[in-house]
């Protein structure tokens, strides 16, 4: 299993406008793409901000390929995204999972 890490800031007042959008954008993406397991929207409030974080599990690098592209280190953006995002990092991190509790990254459905 792989995941894929993704992390920007939006501005605090932004914070409930956001999630739906993310949830409509990129979460219903990573649900209709075949091989992703699991996803989890975190955020972290600091220097006036939120930083949220995706976190996508995936069966392979391949999977991963058919949601973001064959350039699969850059982040996939949304139309939108530029009303919300005061920084759009231009890639992601990923790991090899070689430990976890299947409970733990179960989705909601």
Do not use: C
């Not at 939108?80 to 990923?94: A, G, Q, R, S, T």
Request: no cysteine; net charge negative.
């Amino acid at each position: 299993m792989i995941t894929r890490k993704w992390t920007a800031p939006i501005p605090t007042s932004k914070r409930d406008e956001y999630i739906d959008y993310i949830m409509q954008t990129g979460f219903a993406d990573y649900k209709s793409t075949k091989g992703n397991i699991g996803a989890f929207l975190t955020l972290e409030e600091k220097n006036n901000k939120l930083y949220f974080t995706t976190l996508t599990f995936w069966d392979s690098y391949e999977s991963i390929k058919n949601f973001a592209g064959e350039n699969y280190h850059l982040a996939k953006y949304y139309p939108k995204d530029d009303d919300f995002l005061i920084d759009k990092p231009k890639y992601v991190e990923h790991q090899e999972v070689v430990y976890g509790n299947s409970e733990a990254i179960r989705m909601d459905t």
